[in-house]
């Protein structure tokens, strides 16, 4: 299938690139646990992923993130690589956990890491762009609760205007969160991640917590510093109804869109939390609901609904659901197909068991055949346009809030090999995807959508999280024998593209990818 992805880049070739304009943000994303390491110095404390990955059967081959890429040593290194492939900007994020071990008094040495990593991205001429959690609590604040517990947003406020008392002379850009969805329901409801509880009460509490310990803390740095861009990162699944004729495939898209999509955007940007959803996990659980009803106390709303400058939107793969697993003849002879398959299974080798962080979810989604990464994620670019056209449309855009897209990649099987001229990693179906994706990113801007760049994840291979170090999502190819970097391909076709400000893919090239698919003949809705 994945020939399909070189056949659609070969046919959407110019005859004349396109321009990217000189405005239009181009860089790579990281984050703290994934790649610092040094997890026991300078008086860093345990976060809950230290906790988490201990646990047996948690993650893939028990891996942790102790040493992981040996940022927090080799930092001035990366940056070094950065500024030789002509990074614009490096998303990065700080440890909670390294920066205040106890969730509360903060750590000098911890802060200074990152007072050094500011200082030598502004001396790169690398744009800093600082994101304040990427899911490692401190495991003090989870053995007091958590993110279910309401402290647990004024101490993530408290330990904002913390980091901004440091950095804030050097950093413009601050996102709060990234990708509450996963560090609420995943984490807390289906307890695929740290720190692995079960609970949907949990999960919803944890959810508005995160979002309040979000406005808390941009009220206080707004009130701090009226310039600063301050947001926070989602990651969006759009989910698509295989016939939108169907209320039954409606119904389940509808569903998947509320416990991903809307459960986050509607509170931040119309500060209500959907109805439908609410009532749905009412059906599952009505204590669960109740508590949150209860917990979501006055004021909340207006807190989390504080304008933001910009927003991150992390995109990976859509999604396809319909509410049965058989196919009408009307709409098998519309598609081209006579019958639904199940799809590859995409799942680490772990043992700990867990829940779907989906619970009101209903319907099924079936193989699409479109290319796949070695994750089985799909690989669909339209989708990106789309997304970003919706949220853009609905959301941003009457708030007059920025789009950036901070985060897009894939998990790749690869290999180091040596050549005449030295190490090298060809990657040619992570070059596909960057291109293709970057492309829907400016077709959505093109159509109109306030969007304003694009980040690479990841900048190197690094720790993924219950997948361990078995895949490789990064340009830079790291042996974490030796902790030699290696650029791949894709990362010397990304530094031609910034150079260059150019890219040779035609508009709505993600619709040949679509061609043979299950998808070809679905309209995007």
Known sequence: MVAQLFTALSDA?????????????????????????????????????????????????????????????????DVALMKELGLESYRFSVSWARVQP?????????????????DELLGADIKPWLTLYHWDLPQALEDKGGWPSRDTAKRFRD????????????????????????????????????????????????????????????????????????????????AQPLDPDSPADLEAAALIDGQ?????????????????????????????????EDGVRPGDLESISTPISTLGINYYQGGIVTGSRSLSPELAERIGFDALAIPPLSAPETTRPTSSPLPASRGFSPDTYLPRTAQQWQIDPIMLKHLLLRVHNDYTGPSGTSIYVTENGMAGNDVLTQTESGAAVHDPTREAFLELHLGAALDARDEGADVRGYFYWSFMDNYEWTWGYDMRFGIIYVD??????IPKDSAKLYSRIIASRELNVAPDAGLLVRRGTLLENVPVI
């Open 13 to 77: 070739r110019l005859g004349s690139p396109r321009r990217i304009p000189d405005d239009f943000l181009l860089g790579a994303a990281t984050a703290a646990y994934q790649i610092e390491g040094a997890a026991f110095e300078d008086g860093r404390g345990p976060s809950i992923w230290d906790t988490f990955s201990r646990e047996a059967g948690a993650v893939a081959a028990g891996q942790t993130g102790d040493v992981a890429c040996d940022h927090y040593h080799r930092y001035r290194d």
């Open 102 to 118: 106890d969730g509360m008094h903060t750590n000098r040495k911890g802060m200074e890491f990152y007072s050094r990593l500011v």
């Open 159 to 238: 330990y904002a205007m913390e980091v901004y008392g440091v950095l804030g002379d050097r950093v413009e850009v601050w996102t709060t969160l990234n990708e509450p969805w996963c560090s609420s329901f995943l984490s807390y409801t289906a307890g695929e991640h740290a720190p692995g509880r079960q609970s949907l009460e949990a999960g919803m509490l944890a959810s508005h917590h995160l979002l309040l310990g979000h406005g808390l803390a941009v009220e206080a740095l707004r009130a701090e510093n009226a310039s600063l861009d301050l947001g926070l990162t989602l990651n969006l699944t759009p």
């Open 260 to 292: 991903t999509n809307r459960w986050f955007l509607d509170p931040l940007f119309r500060a209500s939390y959907p109805t439908d959803i609410v009532e749905a996990f009412r059906a599952l659980d009505p204590r669960a609901a109740n508590k949150f």
């Open 480 to 485: 974490y024998e030796t902790q030699r970097r």
